[in-house]
């Protein structure tokens, strides 16, 4: 019988939480699913886990491949699905044991291309943060009002670009060959939701949060370094211009965020201890002469921002990068 969900799974060093994880996909009440554990290259218990319940569940498929990244280990299970339907699950988090039960009820109803629900955000307190699409006041979108809608919103690097808490239709990501870009390191995710937007003709929003996503774990996006700002400020900037420039949208729709990630990046740059004070300053200096960056501070509706970001990008607007320097405090940079 061919499965209904296709749950691809990409795991890295994630024993501590992998037996959580795999136990919320096994205890699913739709038991119509596969599970494709993909092991990318671990050097830890992983590998063995992944094994141990593929030799008791004959749902669960095990993939081993050479560490290549998150987006390879999905692309890999997206090659060797074979459900309906795709979901995307990050081996330390848990899913609610009705969440396929009830989006596949939803999507196979409406005939829908795309189901999307809410998270729930697990602190390193395990403390619950309910996370809901504030934006999305709505349950079913057709063509028109994904392009005119979801697409401004997803553009704006807002909560719908996840992988996780969503349902894709499988035939729909092989006849367009979606994938995940294997070059890009943060965004990926989001480009790929933009990629699927592109051919979907109908989407359906559950206002019930099924997916637990522990918030502060390590990972390849979380962590800075000298390549952050170009990465995941200029590049997801860029990118997010060209696919506004495709669906016909305003092209500085990404300014928010580029913005939210330099301030990121500049906190960064003043809590380092590898290099000294003209260095960082240096560094600093040359984020915010960027020009893309100020096209984005120039044309970023201000309105939008926490109060703190407001500041700088008056200060970024005028030109005032010494005043910049100092709004984060000069005890900052001699940490």
Same mark, same amino acid.
């Given at each position: =019988?061919?499965?209904?969900?296709?749950?691809?799974?990409? !795991?890295?060093?994630?024993?501590?939480?992998?037996?959580?994880?795999?136990?919320?996909?096994?205890?699913?009440?739709?038991?119509? !699913?596969?599970?494709?554990?993909?092991? #990318?290259?671990?050097?830890?218990?992983?590998?063995?886990?992944?094994?141990? +319940?593929?030799?008791?569940?004959?749902?669960?498929?095990?993939?081993?491949?050479?560490?290549?990244?998150?987006?390879?280990?999905?692309?890999?299970?997206? *090659? &060797?699905?074979?459900?309906?339907?795709?979901?995307?699950?990050?081996?330390?988090?848990?899913?609610?044991?009705? =969440?396929?039960?009830?989006?596949?009820?939803?999507?196979?109803?409406?005939?829908?291309?795309?189901?999307?629900?809410?998270?729930?955000?697990?602190?390193? #307190?395990?403390?619950?943060?309910?996370?809901?699409?504030? @934006?999305?006041?709505?349950?079913?979108?057709?063509?028109?009002?994904?392009?005119?809608?979801?697409?401004?919103?997803?553009? @704006?690097?807002?909560?719908?670009?996840?992988?996780?808490?969503?349902?894709?239709?499988?035939?729909?990501? *092989?006849?367009?060959?979606?994938?995940?870009?294997? *070059?890009?390191? /943060?965004?990926?995710?989001?480009?790929?939701?933009?990629?699927?937007?592109? &051919?979907?003709?109908?989407?359906?929003?559950?206002?019930?949060?099924? +997916?637990? /996503?522990?918030?502060?774990?390590?990972?390849?996006?979380?962590?800075?370094?000298?390549?952050?700002?170009?990465?995941?400020?200029?590049?997801?900037?860029?990118?997010?211009? #060209?696919?506004?420039? /495709?669906?016909?949208?305003?092209?500085?729709?990404?300014?928010?965020?580029?913005?939210?990630?330099?301030? &990121?990046?500049?906190?960064?740059?003043?809590?380092?201890?590898?290099?000294?004070?003209?260095?960082?300053?240096?560094?600093?200096?040359?984020? $915010?002469?960027?020009?893309? $960056?100020?096209?984005?501070?120039?044309?970023?509706?201000?309105?939008?921002?926490?109060?703190?970001?407001?500041?700088?990008?008056?200060?970024?607007? /005028?030109?005032?990068?010494?005043?910049?320097?100092?709004?984060?405090?000069?005890?900052?940079? $001699? =940490?």
């Amino acid at each position: =019988m061919q499965p209904l969900v296709s749950v691809i799974v990409p !795991i890295y060093n994630a024993e501590k939480y992998l037996k959580e994880c795999i136990n919320s996909l096994i205890s699913q009440s739709e038991k119509n !699913i596969e599970i494709i554990l993909v092991n #990318d290259g671990s050097t830890d218990n992983s590998l063995n886990i992944a094994y141990e +319940y593929a030799n008791k569940d004959p749902r669960i498929k095990v993939l081993n491949q050479e560490n290549a990244g998150p987006s390879e280990a999905r692309n890999n299970g997206i *090659d &060797h699905s074979c459900g309906n339907y795709l979901s995307f699950i990050d081996a330390d988090d848990w899913i609610e044991q009705n =969440m396929y039960k009830e989006m596949l009820a939803c999507a196979m109803n409406k005939d829908v291309d795309l189901v999307l629900s809410n998270m729930k955000l697990i602190n390193k #307190d395990n403390q619950i943060v309910h996370a809901p699409i504030k @934006e999305i006041n709505k349950s079913i979108f057709n063509k028109s009002e994904i392009l005119n809608e979801l697409v401004p919103f997803a553009l @704006e690097f807002g909560n719908i670009n996840s992988l996780a808490s969503n349902l894709y239709c499988r035939e729909l990501v *092989d006849s367009n060959n979606i994938r995940l870009n294997v *070059d890009i390191f /943060y965004g990926e995710d989001w480009i790929f939701n933009l990629e699927y937007l592109k &051919h979907s003709k109908c989407a359906l929003y559950m206002d019930k949060s099924f +997916y637990n /996503y522990r918030r502060g774990i390590d990972s390849s996006s979380s962590k800075y370094n000298d390549k952050t700002f170009e990465t995941n400020g200029v590049i997801i900037y860029r990118t997010s211009q #060209d696919y506004a420039n /495709y669906f016909k949208s305003n092209i500085y729709i990404g300014g928010a965020n580029f913005l939210n990630v330099t301030i &990121h990046c500049i906190i960064c740059e003043c809590r380092r201890h590898d290099i000294g004070f003209r260095d960082k300053l240096s560094r600093i200096m040359s984020m $915010l002469n960027n020009p893309k $960056l100020n096209e984005a501070v120039k044309n970023t509706n201000l309105k939008k921002l926490p109060y703190k970001n407001k500041v700088m990008a008056m200060l970024l607007k /005028y030109r005032l990068n010494w005043l910049v320097c100092g709004y984060f405090g000069i005890k900052n940079f $001699l =940490m």
